[in-house]
């Protein structure tokens, strides 16, 4: 006995769409890129008071506050206060920019620092070495793969 069946045409996958899930807004959203430069979010405030001293750091070592006109992808609620207002300011964070190769050698600075401060460790450890006992400083790790045995 043949089994009535529908035609394939009356199915349709809008039926079937699956829901779309909501998720969280981005807290700092990502400027668009620019040739040449790169960005930071940089502390103005925190917990309403003014950071003063970490906003003139950063201005020193070379980035510039980015214009809210530079940026109309970025919304901005104008709930900040008067001191950034041309500026791109969202929960007590500026936007800022500086040139990549300026960004590069600050990275460089610091890392020559961490590796002075890592040899340095060494150095002071290797002097307590003692024959008898002595001292292991690899900084490397393994992965080995076991039968479970």
């Not at 430069?37 to 405030?45: A, D, K, L």
């Not at 460790?121 to 080995?144: A, C, H, I």
């Amino acid at each position: 006995m043949a089994e009535k069946r529908e035609s394939r045409e009356l199915d349709n996958r809008e039926s079937e769409k699956r829901t779309s899930h909501w998720k969280a807004p981005e807290v700092l959203p990502e400027p668009t890129p620019q040739k040449g430069f790169g960005f930071r979010w940089v502390r103005v405030s925190s917990m309403g008071d003014i950071d003063a001293g970490n906003v003139s750091s950063k201005l020193r070592e070379g980035w510039v506050p980015c214009k809210a006109t530079e940026h109309p992808e970025i919304f901005l609620a104008s709930i900040e206060q008067e001191r950034f207002k041309d500026n791109i300011v969202i929960s007590g964070l500026m936007l800022c920019k500086a040139p990549v190769e300026m960004i590069e050698e600050r990275s460089a600075y610091y890392n020559n620092q961490a590796k002075s401060q890592m040899e340095s460790v060494d150095n002071n450890l290797m002097r307590e070495n003692d024959s008898r006992m002595p001292l292991f400083n690899e900084r490397q790790s393994k992965v080995s793969f076991g039968n479970g045995n």
